[in-house]
């Protein structure tokens, strides 16, 4: 199994402002996913952070919003950019290894916009 | 579009009953299904995974697939308090990117 850790496990940000939201696992990956998740609603997936490379954003999310590192196997970052109140959500980190279906999630990042 | 429909909940049960989650699919070459509990305030865990069409068991759980229905359902048996949380059913499609699509989730409660 993996272990996965954010940091902020939570942040209060004003309007306008950019959170960087870092992601770690303890093994290496393949997968490293970012989603969010509203209040009483399901996991929204953001995009797949690829190693080296662009992140594979999902339909209704976009880089300059979003924009995602993945410096290496087992580290990834999401920033939260030009904030507004309807980005509160909790934030979170997933990683599976090629082959495996298990999907592993770390604790969250829980964001609230003012 | 692929979805994955859950009935919200709340669900209670009392304490040492049989607790009867279900999930419905519509993409009909999903190969893979997954239950993950998730506590209020935490990340969401794995508990069952199935692949074939019957049941699967693993202790108090037990996980049903029917393909033919588009169905899957997660059976807990003797509910304790501790089983309290909301279980999210997520499915995969073979052949595309191993992502599953996660439903939304049926808040489950346990009453002593």
């Known amino acids: 199994s993996a272990v996965i850790s954010q940091k902020p496990s939570r942040d209060i940000c004003q309007r306008g402002t950019s959170l960087t939201i870092q992601c770690q696992v303890d093994s290496q990956v393949t997968m490293m996913f970012w989603y969010r998740q509203q209040p009483g609603q399901s996991l929204t997936l953001i995009a797949t952070a690829n190693q080296g490379s662009e992140a594979t954003y999902e339909s209704g999310f976009v880089i300059d919003k979003f924009p995602i590192s993945r410096p290496n196997l087992t580290f990834s970052t999401l920033t939260v950019s030009n904030m507004s109140p309807e980005d509160s959500s909790i934030y979170l980190c997933?990683?599976?290894?090629?082959?495996?279906?298990?999907?592993?999630f770390g604790p969250g990042t829980r964001l609230t916009v003012l | 579009q692929k979805e994955v429909e859950q009935n919200s909940g709340p669900l209670s049960v009392p304490e040492g009953a049989i607790a009867s989650l279900n999930c419905t699919y519509s993409d009909r070459v999903s190969q893979s299904f997954f239950w993950y509990r998730q506590y209020s305030g935490k990340s969401p865990e794995l508990i069952m995974s199935i692949y074939s069409n019957g049941d699967k068991e693993d202790g108090r759980f037990t996980a049903q697939l029917n393909k033919a229905s588009q169905y899957v359902s997660l059976l807990i048996r003797d509910s304790q308090p501790s089983d309290s949380a909301t279980y999210l059913c997520a499915v995969n499609t073979a052949g595309g990117s191993y992502i599953p699509t996660f439903g939304r989730g049926t808040s489950l409660i346990v009453h002593p």
């Open positions: 997933s990683s599976k290894t090629s082959g495996a279906d298990t999907q592993y």
